[in-house]
């Protein structure tokens, strides 16, 4: 299954009005550990939406509990819109997947800026295990834009920068698949976590005392 319905030509088009950024998940919280070659990449953290996108959130955890995403690849890269995976290995060989489950773009998500949201073919009710993190704001990908849209499950909390450095990897064509990372960008371990806090921000230097005289 090719999910060549997110190329969205009109993701890449004029931009609408920008929507006000949603406040993070309270959790579920979720670990990517990725590596590209023999190199650690580092790990993304995901705060999922339980309350706005229940449907999208368990089929994902339980793709996660049964190991489906260890092991699979960010297979489709594209620099300024979104890095997709979940559902190939390295060799993009498509992993066997659940039924597909309900479209839940209509929860007022939107495909912000470190959004990760469902992958899905042109069907609006056709995803199963593939997800994909936006690299931009593609408020296009939202319901009732461009068509049923793509729903919107939670957010990248910390590693956006693993995001972005994923998104410019050099890429080619393989087979019927295009922006294949020419290095497998591999999830290593895809994880619950217990809790998860921000880090702390750094502490502001002290301001210099007066110089006595």
């Known amino acids: 299954m090719q999910l060549a319905a997110l190329i969205l030509t009109l993701a890449q088009a004029a931009t609408p009005a920008a929507a006000a950024p949603a406040p993070a998940p309270s959790g579920p919280f979720v670990a990517l550990d990725v590596v590209q070659g023999r190199a650690a990449l580092g790990t993304i953290t995901l705060a999922l939406d339980t309350t706005k996108a229940p449907v999208s959130v ?5 793709y996660l509990r049964e190991g489906h995403y260890d092991g699979t690849t960010f297979h489709r890269v594209m620099p300024g819109f979104m890095i997709q995976g979940g559902g190939y290995t390295p060799e993009m060989e498509e ?20 959004t990760v949201a469902m992958a899905r073919v042109n069907a609006p009710n056709s995803a199963t295990s593939q997800f994909f ?9 939202d319901f009732g834009i461009s068509g049923a849209g793509y729903a919107v499950f939670g957010q990248v909390v910390d590693g956006i920068e693993i995001v972005d450095k994923i998104s410019l990897v050099p890429t080619s ?8 990372p020419q290095v497998p960008v591999v999830l ?26």
Not at 58 to 62: G, I, M, Q
Not at 133 to 141: E, F, K, T
Not at 201 to 206: C, H, I, S, V
Request: hydrophobic share 30%; net charge positive; glycine share 4%.
């Open 95 to 114: 992993k066997p997947t659940h039924e597909p489950i309900v479209n839940e773009a209509k929860n007022g998500l939107h495909n912000a800026r470190g």
């Open 58 to 62: 368990e089929n994902f955890l339980r």
């Open 133 to 141: 993190i936006n690299v931009r704001d593609n408020y296009r990908l």
């Open 173 to 180: 064509s393989r087979g019927q698949h295009e922006n294949v």
């Open 188 to 213: 290593k371990r895809v994880r619950e976590l217990a809790s998860w806090a921000p880090k702390p921000a750094p502490a502001e230097p002290a301001a210099p005392k007066p110089a006595s005289h």
